[in-house]
């Protein structure tokens, strides 16, 4: 079960970092999810 979480993570995580293509791309789509959180 914790292979397949695991697994799970690096798949999602990869595939968020291909989508941003930059770490300022990243770092940008990160704060916009704190903003949502936070409900700004």
């Known amino acids: ?3 397949l ?3 799970l993570l690096v798949v999602a995580f ?3 970092l291909s989508a ?3 770490v300022k791309g990243f770092g940008k789509d ?3 999810g704190g ?3 936070q409900g700004k």
């Open 30 to 32: 990160v704060e916009r």
């Open 35 to 37: 903003e949502k959180i």
């Open 1 to 3: 079960m914790k292979k």
């Open 5 to 7: 979480l695991a697994m």
């Open 20 to 22: 941003c293509n930059t």
């Open 14 to 16: 990869g595939t968020s």
